[in-house]
DNA sequence: TCTGGGGTCCTAGGACCC
DNA sequence: TCTGGGGTCCTAGGACCC
């Protein structure tokens, strides 16, 4: 059996851990720039605020039923996740971390009564943590995943709902509409649509055939899943990421390129950091940027380079200014814009690198060693205690009006108890 | 005025080999 | 008019996830 435990509502939660007075009322976050909502409660979804809806559009029904806005505070929903999982390796040795607010658990061996352990882990969540959480129990991970929705439909579950004999999941996947369930997205709901399947259970009764030629290898692993058949691994260790990617969207349109190269040095900066947290070497990166898809009136300009790495790098002074080289190469004036990123792909394991027969030995250590520094200095005294001239104050170029503190992970943050 | 960010897996088809 | 057969590797793009 597999469990699931996924967050509800999960930055729009966390949010409310510090502000009770929030408990009840619409709040929603937002993405970067304050741009879209990207996570909402209860009370926002039920106002019609869709997922993803930009800000301006939705302006009227957040004024009018007074909805707290956040801005996104990462630091906070990071060590809030931690937590979860603490609480969570409780239950099993077994966790797969798959986002931020999710977790699959392998409950191999466990002897339990299911429906009162899924309904203990959520409990177990909300006491420690405060965050909601609804844990689905299954035979599949597909099904764990329907599982867990249910508890959010029925709060009489208590946040926990075990479903493993076969009359009662057809009786669940009769009912649950085939665009919910997980790896079926919006381009094969519109395929099975026009074929008349609608349910879960539509989709589990197709012949196994149609669903491999239609949607090739994941749907018909999706439909063994819905019959009952395990078909998607557990992962228990967390794998290398095969590439690292840091973007965003400017407040205001760049034209200039020397500003233009700040901000893609403080994103090169950021994807080192992430390189060398996971202990790998890139053997390419790529630096694009682009201007504002959504103004088609004027001239749109969309540009990247690439830069090898034959040896493999993840040293901050080899990387950062290559990818300031870059950003020079592909600018171009005259236009503005309004997004940019860089992209380390083709990642090698730093333990698994063999040395070329020409690299200068003594002069690859001493630089390891530097960014080994610059990695400890920016630990201790936090993110851009230490950067180069070519980041400027290290800020990128963004706008965040609804921050709410670090209550976490942040000395001046963490919330005074008044006796 | 204002429109997110970061990933994975799979497949078809092209390039190339003998 | 006729124009081999069988295979591998790589890449771009599609689809999906949160």
């Not at 709040?27 to 301006?56: T, W, Y």
């Not at 700040?262 to 900066?269: H, K, L, Y």
């Not at 990695?375 to 005294?381: A, T």
Request: aromatic share 10%; charged share 25%; glycine share 6%.
């Amino acid at each position: 059996m597999y469990a699931l435990a996924d967050c509800n509502n999960f930055y729009a939660s966390c949010e409310r851990v510090f502000r009770p007075e929030l408990n009840g009322k619409p709040i929603i976050v937002l993405s970067n720039n304050d741009g879209c909502a990207v996570a909402r409660s209860n009370e926002a979804k039920a106002l019609g605020i869709p997922m993803g809806a930009p800000l301006f559009k939705i302006r009227e029904i957040v004024q009018a039923n007074h909805v707290a806005v956040f801005s996104g505070n990462y630091p906070l929903y990071g060590d809030m996740s931690a937590r979860i999982q603490a609480v969570l390796r409780e239950f099993s040795p077994l966790v797969e971390q798959y986002s931020i607010d999710e977790a699959f658990l392998d409950l191999t061996g466990i002897k339990a009564d299911f429906d009162a352990y899924a309904k203990a882990i959520s409990a177990r969540c909300w006491r420690d943590t405060s965050i909601p959480v609804s844990v689905g129990i299954a035979p599949t991970k597909t099904l764990a995943k329907i599982a867990s929705k249910l508890c959010k439909q029925y709060p009489k579950l208590q946040g926990g709902c075990y479903m493993h004999r076969p009359q009662d999941i057809e009786k669940v996947l009769r009912k649950f509409p085939v665009a919910d369930v997980w790896g079926i997205g919006r381009r094969s709901v519109k395929k099975l649509d026009l074929m008349g399947v609608k349910t879960a259970w539509d989709y589990a009764q197709l012949p196994e055939e149609t669903v491999r030629k239609l949607f090739a290898l994941p749907g018909w692993r999706t439909q063994q899943e819905l019959r009952g058949i395990p078909c998607i691994e557990f992962e228990d260790l967390p794998q290398d990421r095969q590439s690292i990617c840091v973007s965003r969207s400017f407040s205001h349109e760049i034209k200039d390129s020397p500003l233009l190269a700040e901000q893609v040095a403080n994103f090169a900066e950021a994807v080192v950091e992430k390189l060398r947290k996971q202990g790998s070497l890139a053997l390419e990166m790529a630096v694009f940027a682009f201007t504002n898809r959504f103004k088609e009136d004027t001239p749109q300009a969309h540009e990247s380079r690439v830069v090898e790495f034959p040896e493999g790098e993840a040293d901050y002074r080899k990387i950062v200014p290559a990818a300031v080289r870059a950003c020079q190469e592909l600018y171009r004036p005259g236009y503005g814009y309004k997004k940019a990123g860089v992209v380390v792909t083709r990642l090698m394991s730093a333990s698994a690198f063999t040395a070329s027969l020409f690299a200068d030995d003594a002069a690859a250590q001493r630089d390891a060693q530097l960014s080994g520094v610059i990695d400890s200095i920016n630990r201790s005294f936090g993110p851009g205690a230490i950067r180069f001239g070519v980041q400027g104050s290290g800020e990128v170029y963004s706008t965040r009006e609804h921050q709410s503190p670090h209550y976490t992970t942040r000395w001046e943050d963490i919330p005074k108890v008044k006796l």
